[in-house]
């Protein structure tokens, strides 16, 4: 039997962190020998998020403290613009890094600096680093030294459109809407008045219209796959009343006599985190609480030639920890599935 | 001055019936003198709803003991096909009648029909009767005898195509998607599973997508309109957990060389009831919480030939009960704001 | 007729601020003509709260811009400090002032100070003020140049316990517990993480068990009116997941052979806002959302001497602004109803 | 190595039903062979329960199609009434039974039969059931064939008590009040009005005052440890918006110069699932959300003599379902934790 690897975890305070640490608890090939956290240094993970009473004996650690380069794998679940500055000394020592935060996710550096507004600290590692969409990259992750966990929208709205976009089968011209409803967690662990209970509750709202820094990193996905279409693509994400999941709607118009259905479930037929539902089928987001499924509808409009995608998402599981483990899995020659075996949280 | 008209509520025991009794409270032109329901006759309204303990001094009547034709306006709060079969004798009468419920919205009785699922009981009022979109039919609504309440979905979405209709605004031949997220209250006061705090609770999910029964009643309005349009109207409503409140996303596409905005806000400045923001803005629900009131925005999508609208209104009010006092109040002739001037309750 | 007051609120941008734009918003006999906050100053009241759009034309100002000794009445809607330093100024020209801070709820020095963690500012001030409980100090109100607008939980806590405590028919030697819960608002419109919807949602939790700031506060009460009673006295708070809203459950020991129910239905039976329910009855915090009032139940425990109370009020509105406004009322010989009238938001 | 034990589960189409399969899923040593249901007989759990989509491969089954005498173990997830019935039957066979009803969770036969409304089908079985409070009889349990899995609310207030009791450390003749409040689950999978999100949401109340079936159930413990405590019990359940999660905040008076503290962390040090927290913690309900675990919390309340206890558990798993299954490990001598492992969810 193998002994485990060693995982290092870097700014685990947030909603990410601790669902990191939730669902590698049950990962039997790994073991979590570092916390970092510059503000919380010093106290232990279990007085810090007392659901983890019992479960981890850690403490958090500055970084100096933390020898991550001791580490097998690092995930990265801080801030934009941290991960561009610590990885590539730990790149070096050959750790492998898992970055949830966008510091790798878009190729196109003028690009990248234009939307996150900081001038990226490392664009070669950004050529090095491979995007994280675990079902779209699955041979390039089992290589890579560095990956790019991608966000949650792009999560979510992607993985359906992913085998129609392989094949070509979207019509140019016309609109490719993705109408996006999100939970609160989605805007971190911090303290902003617009997440209070109080403005967020029992309210729904749309916000970021003008631009949302998932838009060009969707943009990307459809430009490497059917690049005629990304022009036509409209993303408008909405805050709803809840703690976990993501909702997707997409309307897009297909090409004639396809059946869509057929693609997507074919598409993902091997792949244990998509589950591709009949069409008429309505997935809920609390289907997938707590666990690392996407789950998909395809059907016609009635009445009409566009077709509507739903997509669903526990956006702090495969929007984020969950599929970073996942990727880990993929990278470390693991079951896809080592860590990511309970089933959803419902009610 | 006048004497104050007497008013009656048949069906008074579900959402839209409390919120009637809740606005018509402060209305200083009218009396509540009669609430019927057959299943909690004998009851006082204060017991059923602890809410109106010291402000009503009813009890719920049965039909026949309420003597409905003393009252100058009576008000459906019923489930669907009660007022089609009540509202005849009462219209004969003399009594002015608004129905909350869908019996007189449809003009097409066949379509009414099929999507319903009974036969219509008496198709000639329901041509007398004048679809209540206040801001729509004001002139019309003002001589009825008989006016059908529009649905909560039509209200939110019609209300900001209207202007651009009328003027024939949209473009053919591209697609019009109304995707809708609603609060839970939408579905009414009744024991069904699926409105549970703990099934509709941190849960978002599309239903009704094969049809739900206000996409009729929106076509009917865009056909009125702008005839060529209604056939792209595709329509995808979502329940979001939340109690109140209804948000409309709409993509549209508008000829070339207008400023929608600037049609918006010129259609709608003498309705007191309709507001419309700057683009940019992003009106939340809860804004309009308890109150009268759609708020309206619309912009470009970034890079995008497609227009967005947002749309938001309170189900129970501008849905349903406040747009029903609206009407009411052009009915007669009063001050259309009376009974509907509160503040929205925020938070 | 009279013309109307002119009132001013210092410190607006909080939840009391904005529920007191609200209900003052329906008042016939004031107008508010300032409203001031120095981070705020320039926006529009209507830009920052779009709930009051079309409501007010106000503008935020500083305190120097706003002439709020021009003001007949001015409500102090600040963090507690505030009002101590500013009040004294406008007091000496004659201008009333409700404070909804802590700052002249306690009358002895330095209990106020140990609490609050700062020195008093006006100690004279102090013994000046009356204490706004409405029901308990009416006759003091109508006179007071300034009032102590109380806390919510002293508020819903002592409203019960007012007419048992004043006939001294409290067993003394047993204890005294109230277990109260609160809506999340009540810790106001602060970015705090505790109060982020992904922290307070779908939780219960108490807090402040050490002592919280209340505690003194209803101990005053008690210490006035059945003294040998306070030592007695437990409180302990807990957070739930809802915006508004206060339930008090109250455990206490009766001297033998009597009916408080009689006692509390006769004491209140000229009060509007106190609505004491039949015995049995279990008041829910909904039945007064957004209204200004407290319901109130007593009954005995089964097969049991202790006797359970049920206290519900709005946090925001009796527990803060609304009871600002009834004080104001008093105060200025308006009827106590004016501006507080609208039945509560259900559902 | 041992083969898997068979499980079979009468009535899973409940909240406590899908638990017991979402927590069954992950135990290595059982297998899942029987799922019953007369309503939804030869509907998939998966198409019943979307999260058990790709978990679970059975359809629910008609008692007769089950062949429950096959199974090793049975749950019974059923209403009051329908084990009583059944379990003599497959206690005949060997099937060894736990039942997560009320039915053998009272010795006193007309207890239970004044609480619960009907007969006894066999008060014999009764006498045989052991309690499953499992910290209190593990070693019964260990031996018994069929177990009364404790009500939410008797195992959140009991586990805190039991050592106490046991050292007979309650003052006699002072109150002991346990203040509880509950998710909504609590209430099941029915469509009652009162557990509708739009009437059990941004709400609060006390219910079921008068007498609660789960008074009886906390005193029939009280009385087995300490007699002359259960006399003074007081108990009222509230009704909290939130899914999972409950709250016992239980006021008592003890005897002079103990450390309960002390008590308490003695008692549960090799207990798994109970985690004493030191004075001054303040447990909250998501610290075990989905988890099997009560934490606890003992303090005096300042200036008194009385001591506040805390304890939250997820009604539906150490309050249900995971109870369940922590007594079947019990029951066939696995460790007790397996299946229950995984880390709470939060947020």
Known sequence: MHSKIKVGIVGATGYTGVELLRLLSTHPQIEVTAVTSRSEAGISLADYFPSLRGIYDLAFQTPDEANLDQCDAVFFATPNGVAMKEAPELLKKGVRIIDLSADFRIQDIPTWEQWYGMA???????????????????????????????????????????????????KTGMPLIADCKSGVSGAGRKGNVGSLLCEAGDNFKAYGIGGHRHLPEIKQTISDLQPDIAESFVFVPHLTPMIRGMHATVYLHLQDNIDPYEI??????DSPFVDVMKPGSTPETRSVRGANICRISIQKAPQSPVWIVLSVIDNLVKGAAGQAVQNMNIMFGFDERLGLQSAPLLP
Chains 1, 2, 3, 4 share one sequence.
């Open 264 to 269: 997507l479930s074919g598409f993902y037929q």
């Open 120 to 170: 990226h600290a490392c664009p070669d590692v950004v050529r090095q680093a491979v995007y994280g969409l675990s079902e779209m990259n699955r041979d390039a992750i089992a290589k890579a030294q560095i990956v790019a966990n991608p966000g949650c929208y792009p999560t979510c709205v992607s993985l359906p459109l992913l085998p129609l976009l392989q094949q070509g089968r979207l």
